[in-house]
């Protein structure tokens, strides 16, 4: 097939991907098979001509910012096809946490990640007060809680790509492609802001309860990686599954 015809196919999908009048399956599904022809031919969103890219936005919140909880923003920024950073605040217990996407991927991920973050630090709060136990007790809990849903993460995301590289043809999506593409063009939105990121390391100070982590770990296990938010520029009810 010719570049041409290749670049004509990838247009008509993307038609489709922004077809109020598709379902929302098919609209998804069209999204998914144009990403995958870009990544296998090696093209860029520049060279489809004459079709308006996709809308990105980089979403921020102010919510809880100490390292465990910058890990579980990292890791649902990468679930929904997100890029992740944060800005400091006034506050050392503070961040803004930003996730760089498609809008509906960026206010979703956003929106689990607060639901998260606020879960496991009042599941620490709770378990450590029932115990009169510390900081220590509670940030152990914490990290074992954020060591655990980075895990779940990580599974789910190799079980998917597997589960679409087994089936893959000329025009199924090999997932692990479609996470690139999504990350090259996140990054890209990030430099067109003029956003200079600099990598830090975490450093967590403290000792680790041992017992603490393992029993975030466990309540980690039946928090929920799904999310249905309301999106704040839509009346309209956003619900996404993972």
Not at 20 to 44: F, P, S, V
Not at 141 to 169: N, P, Y
Not at 197 to 203: I, K, P, T, Y
């Amino acid at each position: 097939m010719s570049e041409d015809r290749i670049i004509d196919k990838i247009r008509k999908l993307l038609n489709l991907a922004n077809n109020d009048a598709a379902t929302e399956g098919e609209r998804d599904n069209a999204l998914r098979m144009a990403y995958n022809l870009i990544a296998k031919h090696n093209l860029d969103m520049s060279d489809i001509k004459d079709q308006p890219e996709e809308q990105r936005q980089d979403f921020a919140e102010v919510f809880y910012g100490r390292p465990w909880a910058r890990q579980v923003c990292s890791g649902i920024a990468k679930l929904f096809f997100c890029s992740y950073y944060y800005g400091r605040t006034g506050s050392s217990n503070l961040a803004k946490h930003h996730f760089v996407g498609r809008i509906s991927n960026s206010v979703t991920a956003t929106e689990l990640a607060m639901f998260l973050v606020a879960s496991i630090k009042r599941e620490a709060g709770k378990q450590a007060r029932a115990q009169g136990l510390g900081a220590d007790w509670r940030r152990s809990f914490c990290l074992g809680a954020s060591s655990r849903l980075l895990s779940r993460i990580h599974d789910l995301r190799k079980e998917k790509e597997v589960e679409t590289s087994k089936g893959s043809t000329g025009t199924s999506l090999v997932l692990a492609d479609y996470y690139r593409v999504e990350s090259d063009l996140n990054e890209g939105f990030i430099k067109s802001t003029g956003v200079n990121l600099v990598v830090r390391s975490d450093r967590s100070k403290g000792s680790t309860s041992q017992r603490a982590f393992g029993m975030g770990s466990e309540y980690a296990k039946k928090l929920p990686l799904t999310a249905s938010v309301e999106s704040k520029d839509s009346t309209k009810r956003l619900s996404f599954t993972n």
